[in-house]
């Protein structure tokens, strides 16, 4: 009887390592999908990341750009340009050549 005792303890133990086997094997596997999507998460924000640097870029220029027509149109040349585009004004004795085709 000893030894069938033995036996069968000695079966329960490879069947308990083979639950834990499966277990850890199972773990392994999740860790190993888990830390993909993140791999993948990861490089789909830094793409997010750069274009919206990019997006910062472009509006820090345009900021500029407006900045700079601001100064312009304060000038007295945006002034004669206005006038003399949209208004057709034009200096005194000022001779202005128009073009047939227009």
Not at 50 to 69: F, P, V
Not at 90 to 100: A, C, L, Q, R, T
Request: no cysteine; aromatic share 10%.
């Amino acid at each position: 009887m000893a030894r069938k005792a033995a036996y069968r303890k000695k079966r329960q133990n490879r069947f308990g390592m083979f639950l834990v086997s499966i277990v850890v094997v199972m773990l392994l596997i999740v860790v190993a999908v888990k830390s993909h999507e993140l791999q993948e998460k990861k490089t789909y924000y830094a793409q997010k990341e750069q274009q919206l640097q990019e997006q910062i870029e472009a509006e820090k220029q345009r900021a500029e750009e407006i900045a700079e027509y601001e100064k312009y149109t304060q000038t007295k040349k945006y002034i004669e340009d206005v006038a003399k585009d949209k208004l057709g004004l034009v200096y005194e004795g000022e001779i202005v050549f128009k073009d047939e085709n227009k």
